[in-house]
């Protein structure tokens, strides 16, 4: 039996781990966090190989096109790579404010140091072996990232105003505010005016942007800024 594909895969399990640091940093270095892996099994190295550039080019496209985080990919050192590893694979990104890298996810090829008969002995059928007895050690990769990746999206963006969200993970995109309304406002004008920044909102949900009109009474212009700047909203609208 010939496997071309996975022969194992776990692409969804989020495990939460335990870790063992004396020094924390919220979400960079936690003593627990969650962790998203996947394990995968091939019958040839050039199939792994493979594998584990598209998984770490996956996590790229996480990091640059929905957290605009830019990073680089690379190949750590063998005092770096995962211990007992063939090679490790990584996405490195750079803080400005503390002028430090950061490991941003990591894409493992283990080799067949895990599925040798002395390890796990992980193997499948030789399909080249004419009388189907041959058996073939397995080729796996290890792959994840974890709870980190919110970490280094803050350190990024945010500021010292708190926390800024790229527009494409903000809860809320926009926020239209009304404007010009004051106690002198009759309540038919307040109603057309509240009425016309709901009907944005809508027409803005139509084409997939997450909008919200902000028709609080009792709060200023001025304040639902601010507010929904707190509140990391990427454009206001009066």
């Known amino acids: ?84 590893g063939l090679y490790t694979t990584t996405l490195e990104g750079f803080v400005p404010t503390s002028g430090r890298g950061i490991q941003a996810a990591t894409s493992h090829c283990l080799g067949q140091n895990f599925s040798r008969a002395e390890m796990f002995n992980i193997v499948v059928e030789d399909p080249n072996d004419p009388t189907g007895q041959g058996k073939l050690h397995v080729w796996q990769n290890s792959w994840g990232l974890s709870t980190r990746t919110i970490g280094v999206m803050v350190m990024i963006h945010g500021d010292n105003q708190g926390l800024v969200l790229p527009p494409r993970v903000a809860s809320v995109q926009v926020i239209i505010v009304p404007c010009g309304i004051t106690a002198r406002t009759s309540d038919e004008d307040r109603k057309k005016i509240n009425g016309s920044c709901e009907e944005l909102a809508a027409k803005l949900r139509k084409v997939e942007i997450r909008a919200k009109a902000d028709l609080r009474e009792g709060y200023t212009p001025g304040y639902k800024f601010n507010d929904w700047e707190q509140k990391v909203c990427v454009i206001p609208f009066c």
């Open 1 to 84: 039996m010939g496997i071309q594909k996975p022969s194992y895969v776990t692409p969804h399990h989020s495990p939460s781990l335990f870790n063992t640091t004396t020094f924390t940093e919220p979400f960079l270095r936690t003593r627990e966090f969650l962790w998203q892996e996947g394990h995968t099994a091939f019958l040839t190295k050039d199939e792994a190989d493979i594998e584990v550039l598209q998984i770490l080019d996956l996590y790229r496209q996480v990091y640059e096109d929905l957290l605009a985080v830019p990073v680089i990919p690379g190949i750590k050192s063998e005092k770096e790579k995962f211990a007992g």
